[in-house]
């Protein structure tokens, strides 16, 4: 089945923000307990209007409009930390778990590669989670460190800082 990469606009905050929730209440059960995906999950799983108009946020839909995939990239990071002139940033990468494994994240992360060399870009960060690490790694990231990213409340989220020559 073929997939359709498109920007994101404004107007698709609620469908993706059902998709992250729907991702990543079933793809983080594996790597995460429960008390933390309790804390974590109404934190994450809503779409950043400001990555939705960004213009390197995109959508991965099914040709009858189905949103299956949302992804992207910024200059900021979402950390405030390791920004230089010529790094970017990984963001929000969520896949419905029914579409799994059918190359929608790697098509996504093409797009985010070839559009941030674009922009002048020579590196790229992420901060992935624990069962996302191999994913990154295939798509070319290498693990730097375990790092626990703050969120709003004082919520400790482990991750994974990694980072990609583009």
């Known amino acids: 089945m073929p997939f359709l990469i498109r920007s994101a606009v404004l107007d ?35 779409s950043r209007p400001e990555l939705l108009t960004s213009g ?6 099914t040709e009858d409009g189905q949103l299956v995939g949302a992804g992207g990239w910024t200059k900021a990071s979402p950390t405030g930390l390791e920004e230089t002139e010529n790094n970017g940033n990984i963001r929000h ?8 494994g059918r190359g929608i994240g790697r098509l996504l992360m093409q797009r985010c590669f070839e559009d941030a060399k674009s922009g002048g870009l020579s590196e ?31 919520v400790e989220f482990p991750s994974i800082r990694m980072t990609c020559p583009l």
Request: aromatic residues 14%; charged residues 20%.
């Open 124 to 154: 790229l960060n992420c901060y992935s989670t624990l069962n996302g690490e191999s994913f990154y790694r295939a798509c070319g990231f290498n693990s730097i460190e375990r790092f626990l990213v703050l969120l709003p409340g004082n």
């Open 93 to 100: 990468f969520g896949t419905d778990p029914e579409f799994a």
């Open 56 to 61: 390197s946020y995109y959508l991965a839909q």
């Open 12 to 46: 698709d905050e609620r469908a993706v923000s059902a998709l992250l929730l729907k991702s990543y209440t079933a793809l983080l059960k594996s790597a995460y307990d429960a008390a933390t995906l309790a804390k974590a999950l109404p934190l994450i799983t809503r």
